[in-house]
């Protein structure tokens, strides 16, 4: 079979939105470089669309036009490493889902042990946090609740009240053995998440969890997050302003 042929049979078994690279294809050295130009070339003929260097995607149009993949996939490759979790997206994106914001920004957001400089994706610019914890699968929700009341006062399109009120909802949700461990999380945070998470919880009455957040943090530190005492009641404690 040509590769040309071979090429065509595999990426029209791809979803739409589906990123893929050369490594999706045999990649001997002497097919290697034919598959690289049938891509390319394919590409320039609008049949897939480059959405950067080695990356491809089969295009899904709606009455907008051509959408772009989902943040998952245009990101998934700095995100697992040999099956293995490296980060998880957080940011603009997740608080859209979380009912933070309304806004869509093209921004991607990841979180992750090891940092490294933005990269530009198609439309989308990727950044990077620094994430101490441990990513599991099991803990990326918690981590994104913690990377919301850090960047607290960064949530586009809303105001600390409204957001404080909307993280109330979710933590109120939560399980006491997910309560546990959000705790246990947050005290790789900075000392103004640690204080608001603290401050939170107590307002929703899990006044037992706190405990070790409060002995974590510097009596004389204020945090200045402008939140009123209405959203938050026990701000006054956990000198938040």
Known sequence: ????????IKTD???KGYVFTYNDFITEVNKKEAIIKNLNRMAASGKIIKLAKGKFYKPETSVFGTLEPDQYQIAKD?????NKLIGYLTGYGIYNQLGLTTQVSNTIQIGRKEPRPAIQRG???????KQKNTITKENIPLLRLLDA???????PDST????????KLHLRNLSPERTDTIVRLALKYPPSTRAL????????????????????????????????????????TWNIL
């Open 1 to 8: 079979m040509k590769t040309s042929e071979y090429i065509k």
């Open 13 to 15: 078994k791809f979803p």
């Open 78 to 82: 700095l995100l697992e490493k040999n």
């Open 123 to 129: 439309m989308y610019k990727i950044t990077f946090i």
């Open 149 to 155: 009341i850090r960047f607290i006062k960064k949530i």
């Open 160 to 167: 600390t009240d409204t957001s404080c009120n909307r993280i």
């Open 197 to 236: 998470l603290g401050a939170i919880l107590e307002t929703i009455e899990k006044n037992d969890k706190t405990e070790g957040l409060f002995k974590s943090l510097n009596p004389i530190s204020k945090y200045k997050l402008s939140i009123s005492s209405d959203t938050l009641p026990t701000k006054e």
